[in-house]
């Protein structure tokens, strides 16, 4: 018996009877969880000021040396002052406001909605710190401007290269890279890390037999495989891919660090991240919110880095 369309109880397109099909998974495939220095940098004294400060001691290597005649009396030359660095403290955070009857319906996977919400808003502030981290531009602030914390891109100085748009990234050029930092520090504080955008992983894996051996993700809460390559200076670096390093042509930026020469300080008392009531306005009952942290980047001392940008952006 042929079934009449539009009609017929038998068809499934428009029937009201018939409940939708939902499925109680979802598979949240943000790109979120990439927080390497966030998950692995330090953690140092807490800061007391919105500036915080930390001195530093980088004695030149002598160079000529004039010997001493018998009997000749000692002479003193002017010791080597401490100089002062600092960095400010920036305030992040990440809300979450829900109305009364969000909050009262359960998510598709059946989890509390609130829940679910303020899981996602402190994977956004770790997000937030982790970009701050590399390029957060520091700024004083003052009434109703926002204060901003030098990430790692703005402490480094001494050693940086711009290149000219097009240049390819080379094993030459990794390899001069951890010179440059050989070159200006002690042999227990050359660079360790070389951090990039993916593109120059990439490249880096086309390099020669100095490519030896990987780190598995298992390694101080890594993500995903890390590359290990032994330079020719005897320094052995771990490659890793960034997603908040600066990948545009023209831009495209490549550091060479010592990891431990960087830590993170949290202002004294409520600085780390934590959860914060705001007060209810409305029909929200206590479904509103905030995570929120005030914290820094300590640069201890930024002679060991290395800046390149300006390379290639293709493989």
Not at 95 to 116: C, F, Y
Request: with cysteine; charged share 25%.
């Amino acid at each position: 018996m042929a079934f009449s369309k539009g009609t017929s109880a038998g068809l499934t397109g428009s029937n009201p009877e018939l409940r939708e099909s939902v499925l109680d998974v979802l598979k949240d495939i943000s790109p979120n969880e990439d927080n390497y220095f966030i998950s692995n940098l330090g953690v140092a004294p807490v800061a007391m000021n919105t500036l915080h400060e930390w001195n530093l001691f980088n004695e030149a290597r002598v160079t000529s040396v004039t010997a001493k005649y018998e009997g000749e009396e000692t002479t003193y030359a002017e010791l080597q002052a401490e100089t002062r660095s600092n960095n400010r403290t920036v305030i992040l955070d990440s809300p979450v406001k829900l109305t009364r009857t969000r909050a009262s319906i359960a998510n598709v996977t059946g989890e509390d909605a609130m829940g679910v919400e303020k899981e996602r808003a402190l994977r956004r502030l770790k997000n937030s710190m982790e970009w701050n981290t590399i390029n957060g531009a520091r700024a004083t602030g003052m009434s109703g401007v926002a204060r901003g914390m030098a990430g790692i891109d703005g402490c480094i100085s001494t050693n940086v290269t711009a290149w000219g748009s097009g240049r390819s990234f080379t094993e030459a050029d990794l390899n001069d890279m951890v010179q440059s930092s050989w070159d200006a520090v002690g042999s227990s504080y050359v660079a360790d890390l070389i951090v990039a955008p993916v593109v120059i992983k990439r490249r880096v894996a086309s390099f020669g037999t100095n490519l030896t051996r990987n780190v598995q993700a298992t390694d101080k809460r890594l993500t995903s495989e890390v590359r290990v390559y032994d330079s020719e200076v005897g320094q052995t670096v771990k490659i890793i891919a960034h997603k908040d390093v600066r990948k545009d042509a023209g831009t495209l930026t490549v550091y060479a660090i010592r990891e431990d020469l960087f830590e993170h300080s949290f202002l004294v008392g409520s600085g780390e991240p934590h959860w914060e009531d705001r007060a209810v306005s409305g029909d929200y009952n206590n479904s509103i919110g905030v995570y929120i942290t005030e914290f820094t980047l300590v640069s201890y001392n930024q002679n060991g880095h290395v800046k390149t940008t300006g390379w290639n952006a293709g493989l």
